[in-house]
């Protein structure tokens, strides 16, 4: 299923003192990093992901894996769409860097998900219902700010 054709499920974002091109870097980096590791690949495998290990370019790429997705779109300074799926859900997560005014950028996460069938829908109670994914997010998004207002990000 194509990103566009999944059913829309949030939006977080977050300002950050830095512009774009800084934030880029510190963005491919947190993410990379909070998809990989013994953990995550393992719970990858579990839930039988289509991509469960990392695999392609680095820094990361189209086309690049990273436990749980692979990289559909990655515009530097602009756009990093990852793709995924497994028994209980095909989803994807955007970011997307917007430019306000020299220095300053915006950081904006958007997730898209179809919970198929009552096993989906268990699965989506579990994540998102919990409050689980919220929590998550905010939390990378969080450290990407921070890194990236450092004077030497990542």
Do not use: K
């Not at 980096?29 to 039988?48: C, K, W």
């Not at 991509?51 to 990655?74: C, K, N």
């Not at 530097?76 to 300053?104: C, K, M, N, Q, V």
């Amino acid at each position: 299923m194509q990103i566009s054709q999944l059913p829309y499920l949030d939006e977080h974002a977050t300002t950050i003192a830095a512009d774009v091109h800084d934030v880029w870097p510190v963005l491919v980096e947190a993410v990379g990093r909070a998809f990989s590791g013994a953990a995550t690949t393992l719970y990858a495998r579990a839930i039988g992901c289509a991509d469960h290990a990392e695999s392609g370019p680095r820094p990361l790429a189209e086309g690049s894996t990273l436990a749980g997705f692979r990289v559909a779109a990655a515009v530097p300074g602009a756009e990093l769409a990852l793709e995924g799926r497994h028994r209980f859900s095909s989803y994807a997560l955007i970011f997307r860097l917007e430019r306000l005014a020299p220095g300053r950028s915006r950081l904006i996460a958007e997730s898209r998900a179809a919970f198929p069938g009552w096993s989906g829908g268990l699965y989506r109670l579990l994540v998102i219902g919990t409050g689980g994914h919220v929590v998550l997010l905010r939390h990378l998004l969080s450290g990407i700010r921070r890194r990236s207002e450092q004077p030497y990000p990542v």
